[in-house]
């Protein structure tokens, strides 16, 4: 069902208590069409739990450092009943990707190499969870 403008409105004052002036300022029909999928993401069932849906997304925020996501991820964490020892535990892993991408890019690594050895590693870790489960 499509919705006005004015019902989008409304339905995101009745969601969030205001309309905040970052989605005021979109143009009326980015509005109505965006709400709906933001809405299913932060208050919809998904195929991801709302925690780690917030822990994704408070990990992708510090990467690309954005201050507007790390507040709002991490408040929507709390509110879904993260702890500050599994937030604390996320602040160390939200580094490893952008430091391992850097090590990585800056030897300008070859990629073939790289997918070949993390399926061998791949392998090898099935090869030991077998061993271990007989």
């Known amino acids: 069902m499509t919705e006005t ?4 409105v409304t339905d995101i004052e009745e969601h969030l208590g205001l309309l905040p002036g970052y989605l005021e300022a979109l143009p009326e029909q980015a509005l109505v069409n965006e709400w709906p999928n933001l809405k299913r993401f932060l208050f919809g069932e ?3 739990d ?4 917030e822990l994704v997304g408070l ?3 510090a990467a690309i450092g954005c201050e507007f996501c790390r507040h709002f991820h991490k408040g929507a964490a709390q509110l879904h009943g993260v702890t500050e020892e599994e937030l604390s535990e ?5 580094s490893y990707t952008p430091r391992y991408s850097a090590l990585i890019q800056a030897q300008d690594y070859d990629i073939d190499v790289f997918k070949d ?3 061998e590693s791949a392998a090898y870790l099935q090869e030991q969870a077998a061993a271990a489960d007989d």
Do not use: K
Not at 50 to 53: E, F, K
């Open 46 to 48: 998904t195929v991801i």
């Open 59 to 61: 990990a992708v925020a």
């Open 50 to 53: 709302p925690q780690t849906r």
């Open 117 to 119: 050895e993390v399926a």
């Open 5 to 8: 403008y004015g019902e989008t």
């Open 90 to 94: 996320l602040f160390f892993l939200a």
